[in-house]
């Protein structure tokens, strides 16, 4: 497949970098100020190192990376919220030209899901994104194979920043302002951390999950989900609940058609107890019982590898 990569942060330029080794050619790469376009192949390399030294990955405009040529779209620009642009406007583009798209990007199916439904069923292109819910994991797939109308829950730790801050002051009786400084300073927290502390990152892929999982016409978004962030929990609620055999986690739940996400108190070696950066999901299904899906929610290359199983899930276009 010929690849569009839109987005230069570590989740784009790991689907570049892997690109290849997965069998597909990149022909367009481009961050918010340029671009390069090449019907044969970028200069992998080359981009690489302009985007060192002069920050800048091409000589193009964005816009002709979006306009082609290309198989599939990958859309790895930050999410938004609200509009989710400009993200959406590179997911109507790609499938008006008949093109597939595959987001990492969570904001159109976090914001505006019913809106790229419309689009795909009017396209020839299809879109996928599994690497917008669990980096790594296989939740969407998952979830695919086994019929969305037989998963009667869904829940998980589905925050790696969180889930770092709340298993060092467990484990060391810290408070969460020293925890949330070590994180930053290893790299595991953004300098704002807001979307990951308050809650939002984990209860966007729960909206997603739960658009997945929805057999009607009803669309969820961000609005709809109830949420609670790790900012209040005080080191000492984490030493009574670790008197009891119990830990805190940060826990996001689809169920019955709603989407929650807060603290909760878990059995501390139980499943929803993961350590560090580990993001975990339990899927409850009618006839399979509960299954766990665990391993690395976020970074470059893991999530880029499952932007490039999607690209690997996609027909050729005729």
Do not use: C
Request: aromatic share 4%; proline share 5%; hydrophobic share 40%.
């Amino acid at each position: 497949m010929r690849l569009a990569v839109i987005g230069a942060g570590a989740v784009g330029s790991s689907v570049v970098e892997l690109a290849a080794d997965y069998g597909h050619t990149v022909t367009a790469y481009a961050d918010s100020q340029s671009a390069a376009v090449d019907p044969d192949g970028i200069d992998v390399e080359g981009a690489f190192e302009r985007k060192q030294t002069d920050g800048i990955v091409g000589d193009d405009d964005p816009a002709t990376a979006v306009e082609g040529p290309y198989d599939v779209l990958v859309e790895a620009t930050p999410t938004t919220l609200g509009d989710a642009q400009p993200g959406f406007g590179h997911v109507e583009a790609a499938l008006t030209n008949d093109r597939h798209v595959v987001l990492a990007n969570k904001g159109p199916v976090a914001e505006r899901y019913a809106d790229v439904r419309a689009l795909e069923r009017d396209s020839a292109g299809s879109v996928l994104f599994e690497a917008t819910v669990g980096g790594a994991m296989p939740v969407l797939s998952t979830i695919d194979d086994f019929d969305p109308e037989h998963i009667t829950a869904v829940r998980g730790v589905l925050n790696g920043t969180a889930n770092f801050i709340l298993s060092r002051m467990g484990a060391e009786g810290l408070g969460y302002e020293h925890v949330l400084a070590e994180a930053q300073d290893l790299g595991v927290a953004e300098a704002d951390p807001t979307f990951d502390v308050d809650g939002t990152d984990a209860a966007l892929k729960g909206v997603i999950v739960a658009n997945v999982l929805s057999d009607d016409d009803t669309e969820y978004t961000l609005e709809d989900a109830d949420v609670e962030g790790i900012q209040d929990i005080e080191g000492s609620a984490l030493e009574l609940a670790a008197e009891d055999g119990r830990t805190v986690r940060l826990i996001a739940e689809v169920v019955e058609g709603e989407v929650r996400v807060g603290p909760r108190l878990v059995p501390e070696h139980a499943p929803l107890a993961p350590t560090g950066t580990r993001n975990i999901v339990q899927l409850e299904t009618e006839h399979a019982g509960r299954l766990n899906i665990s391993g690395r929610g976020a970074g470059g290359p893991e999530t880029a590898s499952a932007v490039l199983a999607d690209v690997g899930r996609l027909p050729e276009l005729s």
